[in-house]
């Protein structure tokens, strides 16, 4: 059984930015997809950018332009980096993969779907303080 482990978290000042980590190992999947979540206090867990093996991005509207989502195939880590971040971005931050590159990219951009996604990270907190 696979593991997915992100790090990068932290607290950062608005308009601040930071660098999310995740490795993945232990997966023998021959094709699949990876994306970025999180999760507010109270909310429920919504899609933040998404990323298929040929390095085609998908981004949630509330993010476009201020994140990058990429992927380093040889170490088999996902990134997301976050620029001018906001106080609304605070949540816990999740890794997730799954072989449905559909049902991924779907899962990021609809709320409801993600806890059908197959492999999630433990989370890492951010948090923007005004």
């Known amino acids: 059984q696979g593991q997915l482990v992100e790090s990068g978290g932290g607290s950062v000042q608005a308009g601040g930015s930071l660098s999310l980590s995740c490795v993945a190992s232990g997966f023998t999947y021959h094709s699949y997809c990876m994306g970025w979540f999180r999760e507010a206090p109270g909310e429920q867990r919504e899609g933040v950018a998404g990323?298929?093996?040929?390095?085609?991005?998908i981004y949630v509207d509330s993010v476009k332009g201020r994140f990058t989502i990429s992927q380093d195939n040889v170490k088999n880590t996902l990134y997301l980096q976050m620029n001018n971040l906001k106080p609304e971005d605070t949540a816990v931050y999740y890794c997730a993969m799954d072989p449905r590159c559909a049902l991924l990219a779907t899962a990021i951009q609809a709320l409801g779907i993600t806890p059908s996604l197959k492999h999630w990270g433990q989370g890492t907190q951010v948090t923007v303080s005004s």
């Open positions: 990323i298929d093996k040929d390095g085609s991005a």
